[in-house]
């Protein structure tokens, strides 16, 4: 579906609203809905679905997941946590996941940036490298 600027606009200034320090505020963002709902502008609910696609790519944006190779102690998650913080802000969904297959290290997935720092990995890209020399 196609949207026009007007709408995009609409959508983008109802979207920033939502924000509070840096942060998407649920709060915010059903009051916002609830007063398009009510005042129903004109193409309102192209509006809502462009806002929606918005909140969904900022939360997206806002998730981390970190997989070890062991689970991680209490400890060694708020390490993990705090330097996560440290590197992209608060606000930061932080979801931790246990995969043996990656014999050692860790995986840190946050929004499009993927951090590979195992053992699993280092091997592919040795792998890899063999294949290449032998051709």
Do not use: C, W
């Not at 462009?50 to 998650?77: G, N, Y």
């Not at 913080?85 to 995969?99: M, P």
Request: proline share 2%; charged share 30%; hydrophobic share 35%.
């Amino acid at each position: 579906m196609k949207i026009g600027k007007q709408t995009r606009r609409e959508a983008k200034e109802l979207f920033r609203s939502t924000f509070v320090n840096g942060v998407m505020d649920e709060g915010r963002i059903r009051t916002a809905v609830r007063q398009v709902l009510e005042k129903k502008p004109r193409g309102f609910i192209a509006i809502l679905e462009h806002f929606k696609r918005l909140v969904k790519l900022e939360q997206d944006r806002r998730a981390a997941r970190v997989e070890s190779a062991i689970a991680l102690s209490p400890e060694q998650q708020s390490s993990v946590s705090s330097s996560l913080q440290r590197i992209y802000g608060g606000g930061l969904n932080i979801s931790f996941a246990h995969d043996p297959a990656l014999i050692g290290g860790l995986r840190v997935r946050v929004g499009s940036d993927v951090y590979e720092g195992n053992i699993f990995a280092r091997l592919q890209r040795i792998e890899e490298n063999f294949s290449k020399t032998k051709n």
